[in-house]
């Protein structure tokens, strides 16, 4: 599977619209773009994944450049609790379905 | 949390002993997954497993075993253990059939090996 490349830290202010980048320039056409998140010690939670269109759901939305060699995670109107480490996974799709390789990710924290 | 139950949520044990944790879902899906997670290194995977009796080793699989004989449960084994396997261990499952396919963790079991 792709490695990718996130920033360690970001910082946002509350009400603002955060946005995350993540280089993957090593994808292959068949590996998807899959963002989880962290917040403090819980188990990760899954956001948002697309292939090569962008994608919109009821947390965030997917921008994915027209090479796929990287994307960006947008988040609208981000709040307090959207404080948590965002990673980026790239992985094929098919039996390795859950079979994430983390990165180290990006700490996200959002200020009042 | 996608009906995943990890327990216990917190051991502590001494260097040697056994110790078995466990994964219970709720959800029939398919895939299930161990990791563990330690400053500095992330999630790591340690076994998953495609189905009943099916599994295969992840990343660090060493000091580990797994077993599943029923599709909702997945068992990790620490044979021995050891003060390099206190760490933070999530379960993860996914592929319920006509299902989306991305991955749902469990809350976690921290576990102290003294």
């Known amino acids: 599977d792709a490695k990718t490349t996130q920033p360690p830290s970001m910082d946002c202010a509350e009400g603002r619209a955060a946005n995350l980048p993540c280089n993957h320039s090593t994808i292959s056409g068949n590996e998807y773009v899959y963002w989880y998140r962290q917040i403090h010690s819980q188990g990760p939670q899954y956001i948002i994944h697309?292939?090569?269109n962008n994608e919109t759901n009821e947390m965030a939305s997917l921008i994915i450049t027209e090479d796929r060699k990287s994307s960006t995670l947008i988040l609208p109107h981000a709040t307090l609790r959207d404080t948590a480490v965002y990673y980026c996974?790239?992985?094929?799709?098919?039996?390795?379905?859950?079979?994430?390789?983390f990165g180290q990710g990006t700490i996200l924290t959002v200020h009042p | 949390d996608a009906g995943i139950t990890q327990s216990p949520r917190h051991k502590v044990t001494e260097t040697g002993t056994p110790v078995t944790l466990r994964c219970h879902q709720t959800e029939n899906h398919r895939y299930m997954y161990w990791y563990r997670q330690d400053p500095g290194h992330g999630l790591r995977l340690i076994h998953y497993?495609?189905?009943?009796?099916?599994?295969d080793k992840g990343e660090v699989s060493d000091g580990y075993s797994v077993s599943r004989s029923k599709t909702e449960d997945f068992l990790l084994t620490l044979e021995s253990a050891t003060s390099s396997q206190t760490s933070v261990y999530f379960c993860?499952?996914?592929?319920?059939?006509?299902?989306?396919?991305?991955?749902?963790f469990g809350q976690g079991t921290r576990l102290t090996v003294v």
């Open positions: 996974i790239v992985q094929r799709g098919g039996t390795s379905y859950g079979k994430l390789t």
């Open positions: 697309g292939l090569k």
């Open positions: 993860a499952i996914s592929g319920k059939q006509g299902g989306n396919t991305e991955a749902f």
């Open positions: 497993s495609y189905g009943v009796k099916d599994t």
